[in-house]
């Protein structure tokens, strides 16, 4: 007998008491009673019926299915066991001392509930989630103390999140009731605050068309829209302000430019013509041009014809705009002024310097090249007040070393000191020499990338074209500085002038049908001089001009020289010519029965040629073809 207390193995009664209808399943608590001597002497026992235990424990988790977990499918259940893994307790009343807890147990393949076991066999407490019976389950065990029993209580994890799910239903419809209440606050207040802002902007598509003055809405209290507001109305009154600036500012530039067109207008008609004004002078070959960075600029060229001199001048005023062009009107008054009576280029910018000395010109000077040609000898008389030295071309040369600038002193530009003492230059010019003037706005001419045109590139051109007339020079030069500027914005004016010395037996010019008139008085200049008048003279020029016309119209030439000479009684006009191959002395007989539009092109005018010249040669010499003309001026009316 143990000296302690103790709780016996379940087991059947023995013996059945009236209306049981099987034995009923006991356990004895036993309590040993002592002695005096504290010896054990008896035992006091108690039997319990494990089915009343059972029914207890029932309704006590009935009442917590009731109260927890309403509306589960699983409920919480607790049983118990021995050590030998005999159930003692369970809800299914049929495992009760038949079903066996460890076998169960082994059965399984889960190896979780093999540990939980291990850890109940050893007395010990804990707690681990399971699958009992295909439901997921928590469960809680502990060793019953002085029973020898092992107690469990399986509770569904259904049931321990019933209430977490019940309360995150409550939560998700008080959020979404709160979202839904949120939308329509949001929503009236922003339909609020965004109304004022929608008729701001009707009221801005009224200032967009103009109407400045439009009425904008009333807004009540100090908030940002109300900012907005006051804004808005600043901006009305200051673009009402600014659009009557505007207007004003608009008219006044407009004005401004039709006063400067008409500026413009003005100072290119003080300018003499392009080409030279006295086509009867044959010795001169001249062509200008002028093109100004604005409106009006202050570059000048001029000249002028007096006593068989030219008197010309290319001049660059300090400064750009109005002041400039005012400058370069003056200039020309006194280069005009000056040229009627003086003789010397020295004397002409002296008296300039000095004249433009006594002025007040708020510091403004002007660099000039002025130059008399004699065109019965040659000979250049000039004077460079601080300008770009001009070129000199000699005709038809190629080489580049027959091209170069005129050697210039080192004056000062007009207007810079007062007592300047200028110093002139001479030299002489060659037949069909040409002079080449220019401003430094055509080699300072810059692309977008800052590259200059430059000297050299001016010296190159005028090298490989000496043979070109005067105006074909100077507009090959345009072309080649518009090509090299591109998109650039011209930043300085550009003025050229090119000149050649053509002695008054011969003449040079371009191979076009509008250069054609000069030849009538060139032919009368050298016929008169050869003593040919009347009949015969009209002869020989028309005999000229159907040559001429001829190289122009299928020799696909450039440039025509014509060269006089009088030899032996008879006046010699050579025509050279840089075109096609063409011999007009070869015999080209012409049927005059057959109609002229069937008649091959040239065939009448060289017959005309040979009937009304007394001679016609030609060779073809260095590319170029040269015709020589005879007329006998031995004889005449």
Same mark, same amino acid.
């Given at each position: ?24 399943? &006991? ?6 009673? +002592?002695?005096?001597?504290? !010896? ?13 235990? %059972? ?9 917590? =299915? ?41 059965? #399984? ?30 469960? *809680? ?5 002085? !029973? ?40 009236? %207040? ?7 802002? =929608? ?17 904008? $809405? ?23 302000? *600014? ?5 004003? #500012? ?75 062009? &005012? ?8 280069? !005009? ?13 002296? #008296?300039?310097?000095? /004249? ?42 190629? /080489? ?12 000062? $530009? ?6 300047? /003492? ?38 190159? &051109? ?162 170029? /073809? ?9 004889? +005449?009316?």
């Amino acid at each position: 007998m143990k000296d302690q207390k103790s709780w016996t193995m379940p087991y059947y009664e023995s013996q059945m008491f009236a209306g049981d209808q099987k034995p009923r399943l &006991l356990i004895t608590f036993a309590v040993p009673i +002592h002695n005096r001597e504290g !010896r054990p002497v008896a035992l006091l026992c108690a039997d319990m019926s494990l089915e009343e235990m %059972q029914h207890d424990i029932m309704t006590e988790m009935e009442a917590v =299915h009731q109260k927890f977990e309403e509306g589960c499918s699983h409920h919480s259940y607790s049983f118990s066991f021995d050590y030998n893994g005999i159930y003692v307790s369970h809800p299914d009343k049929q495992r009760m001392m038949n079903g066996n807890y460890m076998e169960e147990v082994k059965e #399984t393949p889960d190896t979780l509930d093999d540990h939980i076991l291990v850890n109940m066999m050893n007395n010990e407490n804990g707690s681990a989630t399971v699958n009992i019976d295909g439901v997921p389950s928590w469960i *809680y065990y502990q060793n019953i103390k002085h !029973r020898g029993w092992i107690g469990a209580i399986v509770v569904p994890e259904e049931v321990i999140f019933q209430n977490g799910h019940r309360l995150n239903t409550i939560i998700l419809l008080l959020m979404l009731f709160g979202l839904v209440a949120l939308y329509f606050i949001c929503r009236h %207040q922003i339909r609020k605050t965004t109304k004022p802002l =929608h008729r701001f902007a009707l009221s801005a598509d009224e200032v967009a068309q103009g109407n400045f003055s439009s009425p904008l $809405p009333d807004v009540k209290g100090n908030d940002e829209v109300h900012l907005l507001h006051d804004a808005f109305a600043n901006m009305q009154t200051s673009l009402s302000a *600014y659009v009557d600036e505007l207007k004003d #500012t608009t008219a006044t530039k407009a004005s401004l430019e039709r006063e400067l067109k008409i500026a413009n207008a003005i100072q290119m008609a003080m300018l003499p013509k392009a080409i030279p004004s006295f086509p009867e002078h044959t010795g001169i070959d001249l062509y200008a041009s002028l093109t100004p960075a604005r409106d009006v600029g202050g570059d000048l060229y001029d000249y002028f014809l007096r006593d068989n001199r030219l008197f010309f001048c290319i001049g660059d005023v300090s400064g750009k705009g109005m002041p400039a062009a &005012l400058m370069m009107a003056v200039m020309r008054a006194m280069f !005009r002024g000056e040229t009627r009576r003086a003789d010397r280029a020295v004397a002409i910018v002296d #008296t300039m310097n000095r /004249n433009l000395s006594e002025e007040y010109t708020a510091g403004y000077f002007v660099t000039m090249f002025v130059g008399i040609l004699d065109l019965n000898s040659g000979s250049l008389d000039y004077c460079n007040a601080g300008h770009e030295a001009p070129l000199l071309c000699e005709k038809g040369k190629m /080489n580049s070393e027959k091209v170069s600038f005129l050697p210039i002193k080192s004056n000062l $530009p007009v207007g810079a000191l007062p007592d300047w /003492n200028y110093e002139g230059q001479q030299t002489q010019l060659q037949p069909g020499d040409l002079l080449f003037l220019y401003t430094d706005g055509l080699n300072e001419a810059m692309n977008t990338i800052g590259e200059q045109f430059g000297r050299k590139h001016v010296q190159q &051109l005028a090298s490989e074209h000496t043979s070109e007339t005067a105006q074909q020079l100077v507009e090959l030069m345009e072309t080649e500085v518009h090509r090299h500027v591109g998109d650039a914005e011209q930043s300085d004016d550009i003025t050229m002038l090119a000149i050649r010395w053509l002695p008054s037996d011969s003449m040079s010019m371009r191979a076009s049908m509008d250069d054609i008139a000069r030849l009538e008085p060139f032919i009368a200049h050298v016929a008169e001089q050869a003593g040919i008048e009347g009949r015969e003279a009209k002869r020989l020029r028309l005999a000229v001009e159907e040559a001429v016309a001829n190289v122009i119209n299928h020799g696909q030439a450039t440039v025509i020289t014509l060269q006089a000479a009088m030899k032996e009684g008879q006046l010699v006009l050579t025509i050279d010519d840089d075109g096609q191959p063409f011999d007009p002395t070869i015999d080209s007989p012409t049927d005059l029965s057959v109609p002229a539009d069937q008649r091959p092109p040239g065939g009448l005018g060289i017959m005309l040629i040979h009937e009304m010249t007394d001679g016609l040669e030609y060779q073809r010499k260095q590319g170029h /073809n040269i015709l020589t003309i005879k007329k006998n001026y031995e004889h +005449h009316d």
